[in-house]
């Protein structure tokens, strides 16, 4: 697989290819080719997490010097979260390049976006690894940071659990409740399902790579449902 293709679709250049490649690598594909000398991306993952939350925090911080805390927490979860960074990946054409057991490349549904996900983290630790800090800041501002102004227009970054509880209230005069329904994967790599009810009914449901995550989404769609949205 050529990955210089999607090096230069991306606009990075790297000078250890084995760590292009190595962002790519899933763990399902080396279970299947033990014999290929190759590591799967989860540590590379690990450190991609953390500097791209590091970089749309300092991002914002110049960006939005108006923002309160709250308002800066919830718009750089948007911007890290696993949506969003699978948003990036597919628009960069990674889903062509992932190194995939059989099994995973049949997966095309919620998974799949998922190790885009993953992916381009672990794309963002290589080229930490590789080139150093700013040239990992420079990824990130050219393909994730330019999605601030749709987040906002969409108002996904807004904090539907509290908006939720606030209409709950004025409502129904009951104050919500979360309950993980389904956590899978392995510690490095959870993913929870949560619903929300108020009272007796069950409103939305959401997945995420943490409670928090999976609660926002459910509370997204519990506001979407009972029409509390605007």
């Keep these: ?29 080396i279970n299947e080719n033990r014999e290929s000398g190759l590591e799967h991306n989860e540590r590379l993952e690990f450190l991609g997490d953390a500097v791209l939350e590091l970089v749309i925090t300092d991002y914002l911080y110049q960006k939005r010097r108006s923002s309160d805390e709250g308002e800066l927490t919830s718009l750089r979860s948007a911007l890290v979260n696993a949506d969003t960074c699978a948003k990036v990946a597919t628009s960069l ?15 095309t549904g919620r998974a ?25 800041k420079n990824f990130i501002l050219t393909h994730v940071a330019p999605l601030m102004e749709e987040i906002i227009a969409s108002g996904t970054w807004i904090d539907a659990k509290s908006l939720f509880q606030e209409r709950a209230q004025e409502h129904m005069g009951l104050t919500p409740g979360y309950k993980t329904v389904k956590e899978t994967g392995p510690d490095h790599d959870k993913h929870f399902t949560v619903r929300v009810s108020v009272g007796d009914e069950v409103c939305g449901e959401g997945e995420g790579k943490s409670k928090q995550d999976a609660e926002q989404a459910a509370a997204r769609q519990a506001l979407e449902k009972k029409g509390w949205s605007n």
Aim: glycine letters at 8%; a negative charge.
């Design 1 to 29: 697989m050529n990955f210089d293709a999607f090096a230069e679709r991306a606009g990075v250049k790297f000078n250890d290819q084995k760590l292009l490649k190595q962002a790519f690598t899933h763990r399902s594909y």
């Design 93 to 107: 054409g990674a889903n062509d390049f992932l190194l995939l057991s059989k099994g995973e490349s049949k997966d």
């Design 112 to 136: 799949r976006q998922y190790i885009l996900a993953n992916t381009l983290e672990a794309l963002i630790g290589a080229l930490y690894l590789d080139q150093g800090y700013e040239a990992a």
